[in-house]
């Protein structure tokens, strides 16, 4: 990977920041004009799990999504296209990150690099997966229930297109969190007893922040993603448990944060 040196003056600090951002909207905007051709092939697939409520086509009896502006269908196909242009790119973007931010750490922050990208990657790629097969098909089953009993549901393409879009990102920023839970206990930043003595705070925590991250507002959305959030939460305990053990020994777990710099300076010491 092309790093800069760790010491440079700022000018050269900002011109090489320059040409990686440069390198990044270009690969993004080369991939979307590449992918708005096959655009209404991608909204195809979109609104694949929410088909069956969709209103039909009375001559060929498929779903049908409706756009009332004359360049709501351009607005549509390019918001399609540069959500999966940046899908497409994300090697890029992560590549020109890393690139700028690593002369910046210590060889054994390096070394944790790797590992961490790869996890934030594939939590992002797997809360988007998540939310594609489970949650798009009941969320929207739910609200769209809310209205059949009083009015006829009008299926405005850019609408149902722009949820489903930051549904995806929610999730999959929301399943970021064991990532942080994870290195802020095995740094005891926050002690794992602190979260193991804390953890009703922790859930009533959690559950608002998944009725705030939900865009839908939508309580099938939120209980949904609370659910899947808590899993996470317990199993990046779980890792962080067994690192801290193999690490620290079992006595690391009732370890608080003052205690830990204690076992650090005695490290250093020896």
Partial sequence: MPVGPA??????HLSELRRRLTII?????VTSVVIYA??????????????????????TGEATLYVTTAL???????????????????????????????????PKEQHWVVPTVGALVFLFAF???????????????????QISDFATIFSEAQDYINLIILLELGF????????????LSILHVV????????????????LIASAMVTPDASPVTMFLMFAAVIVLYEISLALARRVLIARDGKASLKWTREQYQEHKLEQDDD
Avoid: H
């Fill in 7 to 12: 010491r440079m003056p700022l000018l050269d």
């Fill in 25 to 29: 909207v270009v690969s993004i905007v």
């Fill in 38 to 59: 096959a655009s209404p092939m991608l909204i195809q697939i979109l609104i694949d799990p929410i088909r069956e409520f969709l209103p039909k086509d009375p001559a």
């Fill in 72 to 106: 709501g269908g351009f607005t549509l196909r390019f918001a399609v296209s540069v959500f999966f242009a940046v899908i497409v790119c994300s090697p890029i973007i992560i590549f020109e990150v890393l690139g700028f931010f690593l002369p910046a750490l210590t």
């Fill in 127 to 145: 809360g988007m997966v998540f939310c594609y097969l489970f949650i798009l098909n009941a969320t929207f089953g739910w609200m769209l229930a």
């Fill in 172 to 183: 999959g920023g929301a399943f970021e969190l064991p990532l942080f839970v994870f290195y």
């Fill in 191 to 206: 002690p794992y007893k602190t979260f193991r003595e804390n953890w009703r705070c922790v859930y009533v925590g959690l």
